[in-house]
């Protein structure tokens, strides 16, 4: 299992830190940038890209994103439709417009919303839990990406953490060695 994690990222230089990690078998961490990062994207088959930071930005950032065979969603825990602008108003509906289709059909109707965000944290990571294991159920092939501003941030970490718990049954200290 660690074998498959560069673990050595913060000892990386910058260039290497802005290379997406492979966390487990089709399924990477990153940064912002590896969403433009095209031959990343095609050679290992990500399909579905979660932006676990504000949905405005994540939105803003995966706007053009054309690729008509891939699913995109959003991840914040801090969404709020009262502090939006009319633009990202705008822009966030246009976003789940194009992608909670696919949401639906992967998660068989149980997640309907391509912006993941509850009050309650532990619902909000057993909703991520349980779209990547319907992911990877539907297409076993395709690749799966978590990217945030910088990858290495503590929401990302918090999400990637519970997908190593979740899919190697391991407790918390393992996970977070795994991770780290």
């Not at 994690?5 to 966390?23: D, E, G, I, R």
């Amino acid at each position: 299992m660690i074998d498959q994690f560069h673990s050595k990222h913060a000892l990386a230089n910058t260039l290497n830190q802005l290379q997406p990690q492979k966390l487990s078998t089709n399924v990477w961490l990153g940064p912002l940038n590896s969403i433009a990062q095209n031959d990343f994207l095609s050679t290992n088959n990500i399909k579905y890209i979660f932006g676990i930071m504000p949905s405005q930005k994540c939105c803003y950032y995966l706007k053009n994103f054309t690729n008509d065979s891939s699913c995109c969603v959003s991840i914040d825990p801090n969404f709020n439709t009262q502090k939006l602008t009319e633009d990202e108003g705008e822009l966030i509906m246009n976003f789940n417009t194009k992608f909670s289709n696919s949401v639906s059909f992967v998660s068989d109707k149980s997640i309907n919303n391509a912006i993941i965000t509850n009050l309650d944290f532990q619902k909000m990571l057993e909703d991520f839990l349980y779209l990547i294991r319907s992911i990877q159920e539907k297409d076993s092939q395709c690749g799966i990406l978590l990217f945030s501003l910088n990858g290495n941030d503590n929401l990302l970490s918090t999400f990637a953490m519970s997908y190593i718990m979740d899919s190697h049954n391991c407790d918390v200290t393992s996970g977070y060695s795994y991770l780290k």
